[in-house]
């Protein structure tokens, strides 16, 4: 009987050892850093867009321009700041006089924003 609780105890200690080595020997897991988001600014109005801008939710956050000078039909990939977060209010001005303004857009979800009519 001696044998069998020396071996059962054993084996315990012995998986004991084993897994605290593998929590050992695994690299802990980084967290990736924030990394910038492509957004395609595509103009399909017939007017040109003089300037299309963003701002974020969080506070004290600054104005970004995404695009300038975007005629008709054309397309354009800008990158947000890494660490700009998700929700922005947009607004544009377009050659005709008219102007957009869109709140609590998400960029992170919605990576292409389509002008139109």
Avoid: H
């Amino acid at each position: 009987m001696k044998l069998v609780r020396i071996v059962a105890i054993s084996a315990s200690v012995l998986s004991g050892c084993v897994g605290a080595y593998a929590q050992q020997a695994t690299p802990a897991k980084a967290k990736p850093a924030a990394a910038a988001a492509d957004v395609l600014v595509d103009n399909r109005r017939e007017a040109t867009l003089l300037e299309l801008t963003i701002k974020s939710k969080a506070k004290g956050a600054e104005e970004i321009v995404l695009a300038r000078d975007l005629g008709p039909g054309a397309k354009q990939t800008a990158k947000l700041p890494a660490k700009a977060g998700c929700v922005f209010d947009v607004s544009g001005a377009f050659d005709d006089e008219s102007v957009l303004e869109v709140a609590g857009v998400n960029l992170c979800k919605d990576k292409r924003m389509t002008l139109v009519e």
